[in-house]
């Protein structure tokens, strides 16, 4: 009865040859996933980099735009202030030179120069220049505290799921 011995070796060869099959298989289905899976965490963090670099993009410029405003405001308010001082400059030459006149002289003048002192006024430094821009700079600075914590939560999102 060689062959009531050969028919299980047979059978187990046959098992054996479907184990080692259906592990291929297995194993090639899984290999297939991972590279899928790769795929696709390669596009999601490659989305979300372009994102990122899309957003910080327009916060550089934003603060960018916010320094070329600053200069333009500081230029345009030392401008006026210059023009101010020029004008009283004025003011205080011609005060001075009636000043030195004769007293008679100085007399007939004086309605002249009080008009010109009255008709100046005080002074006063403008409202702040620079409160817009200073919204803007805080409202920027803002975000940098909720990108860190954002940062923290997906960086222990992560770490928590590997």
Not at 7 to 32: G, S
Not at 49 to 66: C, P, R, S, Y
Not at 119 to 145: G, H, M, Q, R
Request: proline share 3%; glycine share 2%; with cysteine.
């Amino acid at each position: 009865k060689v062959e009531d011995c050969l028919k299980p070796q047979k059978e187990q060869k046959e098992k054996i040859a479907t184990y080692k099959r259906d592990t291929e298989q297995t194993v090639q289905e899984m290999l297939d996933l991972i590279e899928k899976v790769k795929k696709n965490v390669v596009a999601e963090f490659r989305e979300l980099q372009l994102w990122l670099e899309g957003q910080e993009k327009l916060l550089l410029t934003k603060l960018e735009e916010t320094e070329k405003d600053i200069m333009a405001r500081k230029e345009k308010g030392l401008a006026k202030h210059m023009e101010e001082v020029r004008s009283l400059d004025h003011l205080i030459q011609e005060i001075e030179e009636k000043h030195q006149q004769p007293a008679s002289k100085l007399l007939q003048d004086i309605g002249s120069i009080l008009k010109k002192y009255q008709a100046k006024e005080t002074y006063e430094n403008p409202v702040d220049l620079f409160l817009e821009p200073k919204w803007t700079i805080w409202d920027c600075s803002d975000t940098i505290p909720l990108l860190k914590n954002a940062i923290k939560k997906f960086r222990d999102t992560l770490e928590s799921g590997l």
